[in-house]
């Protein structure tokens, strides 16, 4: 049984900075993709970061590209979302999600999810 716990979010205001944290267990993840979502209210959810566990490569949303960074610590199966210079847009639950295999971008290319984590930026 694969397990997702996000972490970290909260409330900042406009230009601040949150990390958010997503703990994974269950399976090994050294062949997973980790990826980030986000869902604002009346909106669909949006990918928002990827990384792949055995090549750290990554892929962004274009409208958090420059301002969001994903990392992983193996060790730890652990995936990283560090947020800046957060804007009021940027508010949405986030959500941590699995795949086996590289690369996904759609929702439907994952296959495990948690049960997200709140941010809201006010202005």
């Known amino acids: 049984q694969v397990r997702l716990d996000e972490s970290g979010g909260g409330l900042v205001q406009a230009g601040g900075s949150l990390r958010l944290s997503c703990a994974a267990s269950?399976?090994?993840?050294?062949?997973?993709?980790m990826g980030w979502f986000r869902q604002a209210p009346g909106k669909e959810r949006e990918i928002v970061a990827r990384i792949n566990w055995n090549s750290d490569r990554t892929y962004y949303g274009d409208s958090v590209k420059g301002r969001f960074t994903i990392s992983g610590d193996g060790a730890k199966n652990t995936v990283y979302l560090q947020m800046n210079s957060l804007k009021p847009e940027d508010t949405a639950v986030y959500y941590c999600?699995?795949?086996?295999?590289?690369?996904?971008?759609?929702?439907?290319?994952?296959?495990?999810w948690g049960q997200g984590t709140q941010v809201t930026v006010s202005s």
């Open positions: 269950g399976r090994p993840f050294s062949r997973y993709a």
């Open positions: 999600a699995a795949r086996q295999g590289i690369g996904g971008v759609r929702i439907s290319d994952f296959d495990y």
